[in-house]
């Protein structure tokens, strides 16, 4: 069958380019940028990709630069105009401004709980198995949550990260339509998703970007026979060290790190990073960037299309 070539509307075109740059990262990429001035940020792996709270952007040292939220995905992130229109598009309603405003000190809360069975039934579409999807749901590490607009209701799925105390500290969300992520205004980023190992001693612990690339790579072990829980699971909530340090500091059991990062540029520059950093520091540090694939959610369902005989 011939493959339909993707395609944007003008009127695609047109809500994408109102999304604010900043606001579009802030969004996406919380983890990334830090505030450096009363209206700019920086890429916290870049110093001099400045981003202001007007839209426009300008990578200092590359010596590229634009003032909307699609340039920069074409033009730092690499991706095409089409699937720039669609990511950007996706977010259009929400993110018209900067949502900008003096930093305060805000308080934690998760959202409501709300339809877990369209969040289980995202996740199992995305590949996550059962038993995995079983634990975080029984313990309260995911479920759903809805949010209404004049026009529809949306369902997010909620991934919840707790202290060393058990308490929830932070709460990240992913939508089930579309291209929504973020997280709750007060998540302590030390804390983000973690699926912790069966014995509070183990010594392995698996680094990712995303809480559905560390469920996927436990949904591979699971179908390939391991013991899925030897290990413990930390989402870095983008491509932080923050998490990292907190969590090595309270499981000093730990001595081995497996970086499993996406096999992007910023990924694997950040995993050359974290081996570099902790193999200093007597780590044993193994770099498992999946290969032929973006991450390891798109590993793991090329792994199902290839049983099914779907795989192109």
Request: charged share 25%; hydrophobic share 35%.
């Amino acid at each position: 069958m011939e493959r339909v070539k993707p395609y944007v509307t003008e009127e695609q075109v047109r809500a994408a380019k109102e999304v604010n740059t900043l606001a579009f990262l802030l969004r996406h990429q919380p983890e990334r940028f830090k505030r450096v001035g009363r209206t700019e940020y920086a890429h916290c792996g870049h110093d001099s990709l400045k981003v202001s709270v007007n839209g426009k952007w300008n990578w200092h040292s590359r010596g590229v630069g634009g003032t909307t939220a699609v340039q920069y995905l074409i033009k730092v992130e690499g991706y095409d105009f089409v699937r720039a229109v669609q990511i950007v598009c996706a977010d259009a309603p929400f993110l018209s401004s900067p949502p900008v405003t003096e930093e305060k000190n805000s308080g934690f809360a998760l959202p409501p709980r709300g339809d877990n069975f369209k969040a289980y039934q995202y996740l199992a579409g995305r590949g996550v198995c059962d038993e995995v999807l079983a634990f975080c749901f029984h313990t309260g590490r995911v479920y759903g949550t809805n949010r209404r607009t004049a026009e529809r209701e949306y369902t997010n799925c909620v991934f919840v990260g707790f202290d060393e105390s058990g308490n929830p500290v932070h709460a990240g969300l992913r939508g089930t339509q579309g291209f929504f992520r973020g997280n709750v205004t007060g998540s302590d980023k030390r804390h983000p998703f973690c699926i912790p190992a069966e014995k509070e001693g183990a010594s392995t612990l698996a680094l990712y970007e995303s809480p559905i690339d560390a469920m996927s790579d436990a949904s591979l072990r699971i179908r390939r026979g391991a013991a899925w829980r030897e290990q413990h699971y930390l989402s870095l909530d983008g491509l932080s060290m923050l998490p990292i340090e907190t969590f090595l500091k309270s499981h000093p059991g730990v001595t081995h790190l497996r970086i499993c990062t996406d096999n992007d540029k910023a990924g694997r520059e950040h995993a050359a990073r974290l081996e570099e950093e902790y193999a200093a520091r007597g780590y044993l540090v193994e770099s498992c960037i999946p290969h032929g694939v973006k991450d390891y959610n798109e590993l793991l369902q090329k792994e199902l299309s290839r049983e099914r005989g779907t795989e192109r």
